[in-house]
């Protein structure tokens, strides 16, 4: 159930992060707040194909 996914930054649309998920859990697309090297702050990052 659980599967690998990419974050990509909502400002500089970098992918910066991959993580896991699981698709039982949360079977819509995922949202956090993580850092960004590129534009050096915290932004938010959405799950990406």
């Known amino acids: 159930m659980r599967v690998q996914i990419t974050m ?3 400002e500089c649309k970098q992918r910066n992060y991959t993580t896991m998920k699981n698709k039982k859990n949360d079977p819509d697309r995922i949202e956090m ?3 960004c090297k ?9 799950e990406t194909k």
């Open 38 to 46: 590129f534009c050096r702050k915290h932004t938010v990052h959405k």
């Open 33 to 35: 707040n993580k850092y």
């Open 8 to 10: 990509a930054c909502g």
